[in-house]
């Protein structure tokens, strides 16, 4: 009986042990604000209710900037979140949906923009586009008016590639395109047809190296064609590759696109079993869709979005065309841009369908939190962080020293230049970011020199558990000072990525991980990288894993796994002290460790890694600089061959010779007992002679999103 009673009071909480005291009760949470946003909905009603009441007098708001409105005009806001649900749907947006700091929340009330519970909505920036009709040769088109310019299509939910020629492949210059305003370049014959010009929208882009450039045809006279666009220094091939978009003579190709903007027609070349007559056809009219806008007036702080998917922004020429920087195409605006913005979180949101970048937090960005979200089909790059203006550049290049191949950087500040909008005081630097767990893949399809995450001129940042693949360029760059000079970029953690299929062949100089300038207290750690592939020879070069870049100083590169790079694991060019440590760098075809540049000082500390090849070069470097310190690492050549240091071009030594300089002296030459190489099974058996050097077995199954 005593036993039943007890079952039964333990039922409702209140049964204790003799003696204790009973439990506090938990406080309630507090009570959340709610309003809902629904395609069925009416600005005109009160927003409070998910769905119509059944007299249809209350319900929903229609548009999101509404129940934005609706916030703002709370008179008071109580303790708890702010929550406006966003019913499933295609939301059709006119112009940005705009945040400032009027829409902020607080630590104990923040705003939340969120998903209603399973469903999709959709923050759109695009029309649809209908009434379309088939001629006789099957070809679509469709009237659109001669004031939208767009430059995407995308067709039931997947985008078309607008028409360009050579469809797959490339054209080459004859001859270089010389540098500065209005570049023009000679074409080889049959290339560029005079008609373009009169077209007034017909595109040339070029690749090369690591850059692309985008410039509208504006007159061709003989094979001399004139553009619109800057071309910047560094695009000095002399048979440099570009292809030509939005031209008639394209549309043969299945499933390409074609606006002649001067009659206000689009054209569309249909894919086998495609009709459409019954196909949801949209093109972008907004470039952005999103912005959280602190630019006066105070910080847009404690906003937060949820489940959203944001899709259909455009990109369009810069007008006009201005030199720059333009590597990474860190100069590209996004989706959803943010100044003056700090506490917001964007977390379990879909980017996809986009011109530019996805997400781009620029000055002032503090403690934003980037969790979960899925980036995908985009045309430049997923996440920004900082200001692409704040770059900052030597006034001279950087000279040859007396010693081959060391490059004598400036070591004064005042011999650097820095952007118009480098960081000066602290309220200005983008600092003490998030950027975790989230899939960033198929980049670049409007600009390939795009990069997965990037982050300039700032400091304290935190990028982890990320994937990110299949790009054209570099996975995560971070840093934005070339050489010596002043920089903010200290003290990020690079941390539990999963990086592959960089590169795909279509661009130069890249790096998976990709750092710049001098960045002390940064940490690349406990990555995993693999399959980096440039460009072919004799135009490509540099498919690496990780890439210290120019000076890249300070840093420590730590239980990282790289495997399969075209070039090599680890570059260095031209940096100094800086921490090599417990990494397994394998199977790359050119080298494993490359160093370009020579230092002044030591250039790296090398130590307890295990460095596994079957082909090309153990270390490539010139072997008469030094500025390394080799010691403590495993070396297993899977081919048999002898294990020697430097390249055949640049003069090698022996392992003997090696260990008389001074180098590797704790160091062994055997086979690591990886359970799986060729498969990237890198996991060690327990009799494994790294434990030997001190080794410590990385976990790799950490790498990418959790959950």
């Not at 004859?174 to 370049?185: C, E, K, L, T, V």
């Not at 003056?340 to 939190?369: M, P, S, W």
Request: with cysteine; hydrophobic share 40%.
């Amino acid at each position: 009986m005593l036993f039943t009673a007890c079952a039964l009071l333990a039922s409702s909480g209140v049964c204790r042990a003799a003696g204790t005291q009973p439990a506090a009760a938990k406080p309630a949470p507090p009570a959340e604000t709610a309003f809902y946003v629904a395609t069925n909905g009416d600005d005109g009603w009160s927003g409070k209710l998910a769905g119509p009441s059944q007299d249809r007098t209350d319900g929903p708001f229609a548009s999101v900037t509404r129940a934005r409105d609706a916030v703002r005009a709370l008179a008071e806001r109580a303790k708890g979140p702010i929550m406006v649900y966003i019913r499933g749907g295609r939301h059709q947006l006119t112009e940005p949906l705009v945040f400032t700091p009027q829409d902020s929340g607080s630590s104990d009330s923040p705003v939340i923009y969120a998903a209603y519970s399973g469903e999709t909505p959709v923050l759109s920036g695009g029309r649809i586009i209908a009434g379309w009709k088939q001629d006789a040769d099957g070809l679509w088109t469709a009237q659109v008016g001669t004031d939208w310019n767009f430059h995407q299509l995308f067709v039931n939910g997947q985008r078309r590639p607008r028409a360009r020629l050579p469809a797959t492949d490339f054209f080459r210059t004859d001859g270089q395109i010389p540098q500065g305003q209005n570049a023009r370049f000679r074409f080889r014959p049959g290339d560029i047809r005079p008609a373009w010009a009169r077209l007034g929208n017909v595109e040339v882009v070029v690749i090369d190296k690591w850059m692309d450039l985008r410039m509208t045809i504006t007159s061709v006279e003989g094979n001399t064609v004139t553009t619109d666009g800057f071309r910047p220094a560094n695009f000095d091939n002399p048979d440099v590759r570009y292809w030509i978009e939005n031209v008639p003579e394209a549309l043969a190709a299945p499933g390409m696109w074609y606006l002649d903007r001067g009659i206000g027609v689009v054209s569309y070349r249909a894919l086998a079993g495609e009709d459409l007559s019954h196909a949801e056809v949209v093109a972008p009219a907004l470039e952005q869709v999103i912005r959280f806008d602190g630019s006066r007036g105070g910080a847009v702080h404690d906003l937060g979005l949820r489940g959203l998917t944001v899709s259909h922004a455009d990109w369009a020429p810069a007008k006009p065309a201005q030199p720059g920087t333009i590597q990474a195409e860190a100069q590209r605006g996004a989706a959803l841009e943010a100044t003056g913005a700090r506490d917001i979180t964007v977390e379990k949101c879909t980017f996809t369908h986009l011109g530019q970048y996805a997400v781009a937090f620029g000055q002032g960005a503090k403690r934003i939190r980037i969790v979960a979200n899925e980036m995908a089909d985009l045309g430049a790059g997923g996440v920004k962080i900082g200001d692409a203006r704040s770059n900052v550049n030597p006034r001279i290049s950087p000279q040859r020293g007396a010693e081959r191949g060391l490059y004598r950087w400036p070591t004064d500040p005042s011999q650097y230049r820095a952007g118009p909008d480098y960081p000066r005081d602290e309220a200005a630097t983008s600092s003490d970011n998030l950027v975790t767990d989230n899939r960033i893949h198929d980049l670049g399809a409007v600009f390939p020199a795009a990069v997965g995450i990037w982050v300039g001129q700032s400091p304290d940042n935190t990028i982890a558990h990320n994937e990110i693949h299949d790009t054209y360029y570099s996975g995560i760059s971070c840093g934005w000072t070339w050489g010596f000079g002043p920089t903010a970029a200290r003290n990020n953690v690079i941390e539990y990525n999963l990086i592959y299929n960089i590169g795909r062949g279509r661009l130069s100089d890249m790096g998976a991980i990709y750092l710049l300038g001098v960045q002390p207290g940064t940490m690349v750690r406990n990555n995993v990288v693999h399959d980096v592939a440039r460009f072919p020879e004799p135009d490509g070069y540099g498919g690496w894993g990780v890439y210290l870049d120019a000076t890249t100083s300070g840093v420590t590169v730590e239980n990282n796994l790289v495997y399969r790079t075209q070039d090599g694991a680890l570059h260095q060019n031209a940096g100094e002290n800086n921490t090599i440590v417990n990494n397994i760098f394998a199977l790359g075809e050119e080298a494993q460790i490359f160093r370009s540049h020579a230092a002044a000082r030591l250039s790296f500390t090398f130590e307890h890694n295990i460095v596994y090849w079957q082909r090309g070069d153990l270390l490539r470097m010139r072997l008469g600089e030094g500025g390394v310190m080799f010691d403590s690492n495993l070396y297993g050549n899977a081919s048999g061959g002898p294990v020697t240091f430097g390249a055949a071009h640049l003069g090698t030594v022996s392992w003997q010779q090696w260990q008389a300089r001074g180098q590797d002296k704790n160091s062994l030459i055997a086979d690591p007992g990886f359970a799986d190489p060729e498969h990237g099974d890198f996991t060690l058996r327990p009799d494994s002679p790294a434990f030997k050097i001190g080794f410590k077995q990385i976990d790799v199954g950490q790498a990418g999103p959790r959950g």
